[in-house]
């Protein structure tokens, strides 16, 4: 049985609520939610199509619509859909952080990072933006940038894994190998197992 017929009956509550209020806009964004959940992304843009003809500004709504075109890999319709976003009163961190993820995606790096700031100056402890803004700059091989990015993701945690691995590899690539080990033996600490760590920890020591 499939995700539409195992909830035949709340659909078909929800779409009989819609037809009774059609301005209330809560049922819209239950429906668009019920579809995304069962994958039938065509059938929530659809949703939230008629929902942005009742409020062209419902910033769920586009958020929503954005991701969805994103997750299809329609890249420049999620940069429109966010666009629009940004033209609401309710613009907030989640738009500038999907639109520098799309940005990403097209490697406009560039746009990237300068939409990941947006939303750290919205939220300015996540460590989460810093590391990928950093891992942005390792791609255009500026590493002293991506080496101030992840030092601040570790500044806000300091024993992840990852966070200490991404600087590491930053350091091997400007011969800083001393502090490359420093931050691969934390990594390891978190991620004893992790094949990947392992093998660039390994390289490092070869090289001192």
Do not use: W
Not at 85 to 101: M, Q
Not at 111 to 135: F, M, R, V
Not at 184 to 201: H, R, S, T, Y
């Amino acid at each position: 049985m499939d995700f539409l017929e195992r909830n035949k009956n709340l659909f078909e509550e929800i779409k009989a609520k819609i037809a009774k209020e059609p301005e209330k806009q809560e049922n819209y964004l239950l429906l668009g939610k019920l579809y995304v959940m069962g994958e039938m992304f065509d059938e929530a843009l659809e949703v939230y199509t008629e929902l942005l003809k009742i409020d062209p500004l419902n910033i769920q709504a586009l958020v929503n619509s954005g991701s969805i075109y994103f997750f299809k890999k329609e890249y420049q319709k999620a940069i429109n859909i966010y666009s629009r976003a940004l033209e609401t009163e309710n613009a907030d961190f989640s738009v500038y952080y999907n639109l520098g993820n799309t940005y990403a995606e097209l490697r406009q790096f560039k746009h990237a990072i300068e939409n990941y700031k947006k939303a750290l100056a919205l939220d300015k402890e996540n460590s989460a933006l810093y590391t990928a803004i950093g891992l942005l700059h390792q791609d255009m091989s500026e590493y002293p940038e991506a080496v101030a990015n992840f030092q601040k993701a570790l500044e806000l945690e300091p024993e992840n894994s990852e966070y200490n691995n991404n600087i590491a590899c930053a350091y091997v690539k400007m011969k800083m190998l001393d502090e490359a080990v420093y931050h691969f033996k934390k990594a390891l600490v978190g991620a004893p197992d992790d094949v990947k760590i392992n093998l660039c920890c390994a390289n490092a020591y070869s090289s001192l």
